[in-house]
């Protein structure tokens, strides 16, 4: 089990997922921040078809190919919900639903196309992009997912600034001579080159979850944009780390459910926990107040 | 009082106030209309000399619309905008902006200073991060505010009237020539509303121009030199003595009698009955 654990390639693994982890908590805390989590969501499941159709025109499991139709679908997803909610009179909400069911649910009839025509329906593999599998993953699977983060990580680090002051207050932004519209873009452009970073290890599935929970377990321990990034990113790096040593020890466990697990549990554990902001701290000084009260009477 | 206001080169100051100089603000023929039906139409006027000027009208006159227009945060559908002789494109570096309190969500995990920093990012330009300069910027325009003190509390944390003075520092730490602010004075109290315009007529004096959306009548007349009375079209604009009377008032208010009582109340104190 151990020998297993500290495998080489076990190793690249698990360096490569917690890179991912760090910047999709980094991402994560923009998308919350933006109220975007949901678009995430709907990206997400929108590179299924994108998935499908990559592996039927390259004809076998390349990674990159597939990841480039994934990311190529899923952002089309993210553009016709844009269109629909500026265009019609559908709301933001009901487009993300609308556009999330119709792509997720045009991949699973086109995978499941794809395996019953093959003979050997499972080399595929596209069954695994559902709920993350990293047992399967090569070096250069590893190296392409660390690079696409470090590019995105790089990115946020570099225009930090200009997103801290968009999402806090994009008329000022805009008054004073920031393009708020290309920032805007450009963090979904980022939120879809972590999620397709994320596919392999994560899964269409639950990619949301660790671009969400990660942010928001953080909000419980800062007062700071900031901090608030940084202890998502490590809240983050933590969910994938321990995802791929449980998926390690527990050979049929989906990776993507584990991460999520994991960051769950750090959320419930900030929820109740956290100084000031967490439910126990903030129960103790609401009775030591109705106290206070009482004895002053 | 201060340091980097104090060292702005002076033959600008002298320019921006002479009579040769290009107005401060051209608003040509602004028009804004919302899915086909027009909000504002035909907006005329120019402020010529720094001054403090008063946007008045009724609810729903398009006063927040009109600043909004200049600022070019909302598509126009016909107009131009010039600040000092060119488009404000140009020029966003000289103008400073205060958008409504409620335009932003006080949740946001941001801290007082991190806030009043925003002015400065302006002059930083990408990529460039605010240093100490801008800190000790930052510190004086809070304590121009009264706001001493506060720099590491969560926006969230303050009064309505803290906050808005929050957003006031922040223009002031852009360091701007013209400065729009929408309802700078809603939901402060009596003491911060008099701290606030003491603030305005010191920017006015320093040879800047503040536009000022106002809803409070009664203290229009001792409080703006020119003022803008508006409802979806231009009523007029002018010296506030000039502007401030009980015809063009009703023109702008029509005949709502709650507002026709205000300004017979408005009247008589910008006009002491000789």
Not at chain 2, 30 to 38: M, W
Not at chain 2, 48 to 75: D, E, H, R, Y
């Amino acid at each position: 089990m151990l020998n297993e654990l500290i495998r080489y390639n076990t190793l690249v693994i698990l360096a490569g997922t917690g890179l991912l982890g760090l910047v999709s908590g980094v991402v994560g805390t923009l998308t919350v921040l933006r109220r975007r989590a949901l678009a995430g969501d709907a990206l997400a499941h929108a590179t299924l078809p994108g998935l499908c159709l990559a592996f039927l025109i390259v004809g076998e499991r390349r990674l990159p190919a597939l990841l480039l139709g994934a990311a190529i679908t899923g952002l089309f997803g993210l553009f016709c919900v844009s269109v629909l909610a500026r265009g019609t009179r559908i709301k933001d909400d009901s487009a993300l639903a609308l556009v999330l069911g119709v792509f997720f649910g045009a991949g699973i009839v086109l995978s499941r196309w794809i395996q019953n025509r093959t003979t050997d329906g499972s080399k595929a593999g596209l069954d695994s992009f559902l709920l993350g599998k990293t047992s399967g993953m090569i070096l250069s699977d590893v190296l392409l997912i660390a690079a696409v983060s470090a590019i995105v990580l790089f990115l946020v680090v570099l225009l930090f600034k200009e997103f801290q002051i968009t999402l806090f207050d994009s008329s000022f932004a805009q008054a004073t001579g920031w393009p708020t519209a290309s920032l805007d873009l450009l963090l979904m452009l980022l939120v879809g080159l972590v999620v397709v970073a994320g596919l392999p290890s994560v899964g269409v599935v639950l990619m949301t979850s660790l671009l969400v929970i990660p942010a928001a377990a953080a909000r419980f321990w800062t007062d700071r944009f900031v901090n608030m990034t940084c202890i998502s990113a490590i809240i983050g790096m933590l969910a994938t780390v321990t995802g791929v040593i449980l998926s390690t020890l527990f050979e049929d466990l989906p990776t993507g459910s584990l991460m999520t697990l994991a960051a769950a549990i750090v959320f419930v554990f900030s929820a109740f926990l956290a100084p000031c902001r967490g439910w126990i701290w903030r129960n103790n000084r609401r009775k030591a107040f109705a106290k206070s009260l009482d004895i002053s009477k | 009082m201060n340091q980097s206001l104090a060292e702005m080169p002076t033959e600008m100051k002298h320019k921006r106030t002479d009579i040769t100089a290009p107005p401060v603000l051209e608003v040509h023929d602004l028009t804004v209309a919302y899915r086909e039906k027009p909000v504002l139409w035909h907006i005329d006027f120019a402020v010529t000399k720094p001054a403090l000027v008063g946007i008045v009208g009724p609810n729903g006159a398009g006063k927040s619309t009109l600043i909004k227009a200049i600022l070019g945060l909302l598509p126009v559908s016909s107009g131009t905008v010039e600040v000092f002789g060119r488009p404000l494109k140009k020029e966003r570096l000289h103008v400073g902006y205060v958008p409504q309190r409620e335009s932003v969500d006080w949740d946001f995990p941001i801290q007082v200073l991190d806030v009043v920093l925003m002015g400065t990012y302006g002059r930083l330009g990408w990529f460039r991060r605010p240093r100490e300069t801008e800190r000790k910027l930052a510190r004086e325009c809070l304590a121009r505010m009264g706001l001493e003190g506060l720099e590491s509390r969560q926006i969230g944390q303050l009064s309505g009237g803290q906050q808005q003075r929050v957003f006031l520092a922040r223009a002031l730490a852009q360091q701007a020539d013209l400065y729009f602010m929408d309802e700078p004075m809603a939901g402060v109290d009596a003491a911060t509303e008099h701290a606030i315009f003491q603030v305005l007529a010191e920017l006015r004096d320093q040879g800047k121009t503040v536009v000022v959306v106002h809803h409070d009548l009664r203290s229009v007349p001792e409080k703006f030199d020119q003022l803008l009375l508006v409802n979806q079209r231009l009523i007029a604009y002018g010296p506030t003595s000039d502007v401030f009377t009980a015809d063009l008032l009703r023109k702008t208010y029509g005949g709502r009698l709650a507002i026709l009582e205000e300004l017979a109340v408005a009247l008589k104190v910008g006009r002491p009955t000789p």
